[in-house]
């Protein structure tokens, strides 16, 4: 069981910088999600994804923040010109989109601005 | 949008059954979940409930639903410290999770 794996663990970056992250899901859910969680709040959905196709953005993903999945396996989320506000865990996660469909989630990428 | 909400802490002794509350305002979700969420990890899920079930139960798991008050519970049978962590209810129909409560268990 590969689980979802997310990299890197953590990313300190300098405001101003660019930061991408970078997500593997499991490899037969069709299904992938980002959600950002800051200390002592629940995860709060960034974007989905069902294969390559981007279904739904919150309004939290302001136009600094693109998320992509060219070949519908792999997703990829750039913050550009960091803020201090967006220091926070960055958490993935994958479905199947059948049945049930729990998210499974990854361990996600911390994120420093200093 | 949604309101889902939990409260912040609970304590209970090792031993002890732990109830974990969740209350939320839309109620169009088909399934509820219950994840579990250790520091520096990210969230696993725990159990889940169909919409049309009043309760579930699973090993020292039971949800109970309660679609009239809008209220879902996780109580934990015979808590012990390895189940110390943040616990959320989630509605992921509408990809919300609660705000989350935070179990310490003392021996």
């Known amino acids: 069981d590969t689980g979802v794996s997310q990299d890197p663990r953590h990313k300190i970056t300098k405001r101003g910088q660019n930061v991408t992250f970078r997500c593997d899901p499991i490899?037969?859910?069709?299904?992938l999600y980002w959600y950002r969680q800051t200390l002592g709040q629940g995860p709060e959905f960034l974007t989905y994804?069902?294969?390559?196709?981007?279904?739904?953005k919150s309004r939290l993903l302001s136009d600094r923040f693109s998320a992509e999945r060219p070949k519908g396996s792999f997703s990829t989320l750039e913050i550009q010109r960091t803020e201090q506000g967006d220091s926070a865990m960055y958490l993935c996660?994958?479905?199947?989109?059948?049945?049930?469909?729990?998210?499974?989630f990854g361990n996600g990428t911390r994120l420093t601005v200093t | 949008g949604e309101d889902v909400e939990q409260s912040l802490f609970l304590s209970v002794r090792e031993g002890d059954s732990s109830v974990i509350n969740c209350t939320y305002t839309?109620?169009?979700?088909?399934?509820l979940y219950w994840y579990k969420q250790e520091p520096g990890a990210g969230l696993q899920l725990l159990t889940y409930?169909?919409?049309?079930?009043d309760m579930k139960q699973d090993q020292r798991l039971t949800v109970l639903l309660n679609k009239k008050d809008k209220h879902l519970s996780l109580r934990i049978a015979d808590t012990q410290t390895g189940d110390s962590a943040i616990y959320f209810c989630?509605?992921?129909?509408?990809?919300?999770f609660g705000t989350g409560t935070r179990l310490q268990v003392f021996p």
């Open positions: 989630a509605f992921t129909d509408k990809l919300i």
């Open positions: 994804f069902q294969n390559e196709a981007q279904l739904e």
């Open positions: 409930i169909f919409s049309n079930m």
């Open positions: 490899s037969e859910h069709n299904r």
């Open positions: 996660a994958s479905s199947p989109n059948t049945g049930v469909s729990p998210l499974h």
């Open positions: 839309d109620s169009s979700s088909t399934y």
